[in-house]
């Protein structure tokens, strides 16, 4: 176990994603039998996997900082029930068997309520039969491919409750406009993991209804250096669009080569992976007039957002960076607070039973609902085109299209409602 950071060591504009490690799950250990009865002085002990150390760094110290700040908020209004919420926080190293480990020793020896966290879908789907067979909730974070049943227990789980967006929140209500604008001729690349190759999938499905094509598709394994062939690929494939699902240095190397080759001006990019952390460390030349589409940006010019930034930069300082993952470590915090405090009582039943149809209507994104048949959040979802002359995150995005609430496909689980 490791203490919580300081509030000034979270993510700033001069450090960025570096790369990206997978790995295997464990197996999962049962939970102890006996727990110890809970007074009302105790605190509610809750589990925090962040990837602290590893590939992914940059985007842990925003995913941890979006939950202690919701925390320090909810034990400064009372906790919950009276109670406090104590965070035991766990480094995931980047890698799904050290999250399997972390997950066990949170549950057995420091005994938490629940778990919050795991970065990438390999993390969470080594989590998945950890919080399975201990009975425990675990609130995931991040934008992911959807719930499909081949991925369960990592998905289609009773006990996982996604609070970022899939593709069809993330990528489907913007495609009638990138079509519409340069033409429905796509090449897709995206690092090789279930992520991008599912993403694609779905991303398909729709393109085929609005009479695009896909002219081209590849995965790249990580840490790849050189793109020379690509590119070429690229370019001799007649695509309109880049659709672009690389992550890691893998984004860095690929974007600064396609640069440097002279290309930005003869495609269109859109990336569903760079927000204002990523685009940062990009910079200008790279990055301009690329789209990319989230449910959350800094640069929102929204009460909620603004009341947000507000309270995180009091916190951490004007130049600590917030992306889709912090804020919804931020209202993941905030709902299963209100749904422990709702039933009385702090349990796994309780919590899954209430998360289940919770609205949280100060979301900084703008208000999400919990879907009751698949534990998806309901939430909003914009296209930002990058402007090419930014000087910081105040200035980096346009926005070009939102929506208030995307309510996505239903899970393609074997059982629902879950």
Known sequence: MSDAKSGKDVLTRRKFLGGLALGA????????????????????????????TGAWTV????HIAGYELAVKEIN??????????????????????????????????????FLAGTFSSAERNAAGPIVESANKVLLYPTFYEGQE??????????????????????????????????????????????WPRVTNMVTKQKLAELGGEVVGEEYIPFNTPQYESVLRDIRNSGADVIFHSLTGSDTVNFR????????????????????????????????ANDYVSFDYFMSLQTPNNEAFLKK???????????????VA?????????????????????????????????DAPQGAVKMREIDNQLVLPSYLMRVNPN?????????????????????????????
């Open 149 to 194: 049943q081949e991925y369960y227990p990592g998905v289609c789980n009773p006990n996982i409750f996604m609070f970022g967006p899939e593709p069809t929140q993330q990528v489907w209500p913007h495609m009638e406009y990138i079509i519409n604008t340069y033409g429905g001729k796509f090449f897709m690349i995206g690092s090789d993991y279930a």
């Open 25 to 52: 799950a464990a197996t999962a250990l049962p939970a102890p039998a006996i727990i110890k009865s809970a007074s009302a002085a105790d605190p509610i002990k809750v589990g925090v996997i962040s990837p602290l």
């Open 329 to 361: 470590m931020y209202n993941a915090a905030h709902m299963s607070a209100r749904a422990l405090e709702a039933a009385g009582e702090v349990s796994s039943e309780a919590l899954r039973a209430n998360l289940k149809g919770m609205s949280f209507s």
């Open 312 to 326: 995180f930069k009091a916190q951490f300082g004007d130049d600590a960076l917030m992306n889709t993952v912090g």
């Open 390 to 418: 930014w000087t910081s995150v105040n200035d980096m995005f346009t926005q070009v299209q939102g929506f208030e609430s995307i309510e996505p496909l239903t899970a393609r689980c074997a059982n629902l409602p879950l």
């Open 256 to 287: 600064q080569q396609l640069a440097a080759a002279g290309m930005k001006d003869d495609f269109v990019l859109w990336t569903v992976d760079d927000e204002e952390v990523v685009t940062s460390g990009l910079g200008r030349d790279v990055s």
């Open 59 to 62: 985007y842990g110290r925003a």
């Open 76 to 113: 400064e209004a009372g906790g919950v029930l009276g109670r406090p919420i104590e965070i035991i926080q766990a480094d995931s190293q980047t890698e799904p068997r050290i999250v399997a480990e972390q997950a066990n020793r949170l549950i057995r020896r420091d005994r938490v309520d």
